[in-house]
């Protein structure tokens, strides 16, 4: 228990350095760079190369959080002009495979 609110509160601290800007440029350099991959792909309409970037997981996790913050605290004003705003699961996302008994 004592180890999960030490790594909470170091999370919690780098979450805060990022959002607020406060990054050296090496450490910013390192977090938002990503590895550029090149991926075959030869099924649908777009078929030959797709290109995909993996990005810091720690940057993706802040951002995340950043977002669900803000989500949390802008939803009264898209949810009427934005479609799945307000909605727990969106019309538009697929739901999520189940295990048949």
């Known amino acids: 228990m004592r180890i999960r609110r030490r790594l909470l509160a170091a999370f919690s601290g780098f979450t805060n350095v990022v959002l607020a800007a ?19 792909k030869n ?8 290109p995909t970037v993996v990005g810091a997981t720690l940057r993706r996790l802040a951002s995340k959080c950043a977002n669900t913050h803000g989500a949390a605290r ?6 009427p002009r934005q479609l799945g705003v307000r909605i727990p699961r969106d019309v538009r996302q697929p739901p999520t495979p189940r295990a048949v008994t």
């Open 74 to 79: 802008m939803a009264h004003l898209f949810g």
């Open 43 to 50: 099924s649908g309409l777009l078929r030959g190369v797709r």
């Open 22 to 40: 406060l990054c050296s440029k090496e450490l910013t350099l390192l977090l938002f760079g990503g590895r550029l991959l090149s991926l075959i």
